[in-house]
């Protein structure tokens, strides 16, 4: 059986953060996973290692079809997507941290902008043709819980419809 286009679409963000590199012509070269792949015991922690995670929905809205029996009504969703990326302060550069989170930030964020500009020439799709919008959302900047490193949180919020009936249709 495919996968629900939720899954799909984090699926996407993985791909889409794991290629922001320098040979694709960005700052730095990030490695993405997801959180069943790594950082489960926080020994996996490397510089520019980034946790790819699907976070809360923010909103869903039905939109009822024109049919008596509903079958054609689709649900649009608003999920957020974190890309948390690590700096260990072993960088092969000399650059101060704030220099590095910059850099990461304008790296996602035009990485992102892509799949905006994606929506003029694909039919109104971004995301690999399974949304409708991507938002960039407010980043963050913190300190992991055990100390060992900084973390920047990039979020992203993607529209998406679905199939009232069937996550995996659209």
């Known amino acids: 059986m495919a996968e629900s286009i939720l ?9 889409a953060i794991g290629s922001i590199t320098v040979a694709n012509g960005y700052q730095q070269t990030l490695v ?21 995670a699907l ?26 997507f974190d890309a948390f ?6 960088s092969t550069t000399a650059l101060a941290v704030d220099n590095r989170i910059t850099r990461i ?29 991507i938002d960039l959302l407010p980043w963050e900047v913190g ?3 055990t100390g060992i490193c900084t973390v920047v949180n990039i979020p992203v919020a993607i529209t998406y419809e679905v199939d009232a009936n069937n996550p995996y249709s659209s």
């Open 7 to 15: 899954e799909q679409i984090a699926q996407w963000h993985l791909a």
């Open 105 to 133: 930030v304008a790296d996602t964020h035009k990485r992102m902008g892509v799949e905006r500009s994606a929506l003029r020439t694909n039919g109104g799709t971004c995301c690999g043709g399974l949304a409708m919008w």
């Open 55 to 80: 976070s809360a929905a923010d909103d869903a809205v039905v939109k009822e079809s024109e049919t008596i029996d509903n079958t054609g009504s689709k649900i649009i969703w608003r999920q957020r």
């Open 32 to 52: 993405a996973s997801r959180s069943e792949e790594e950082f489960l015991d926080g020994q996996a922690i490397t510089d520019l290692s980034v946790l790819c």
């Open 85 to 90: 990326v690590h700096l260990t302060g072993r």
């Open 143 to 145: 300190v992991s819980p």
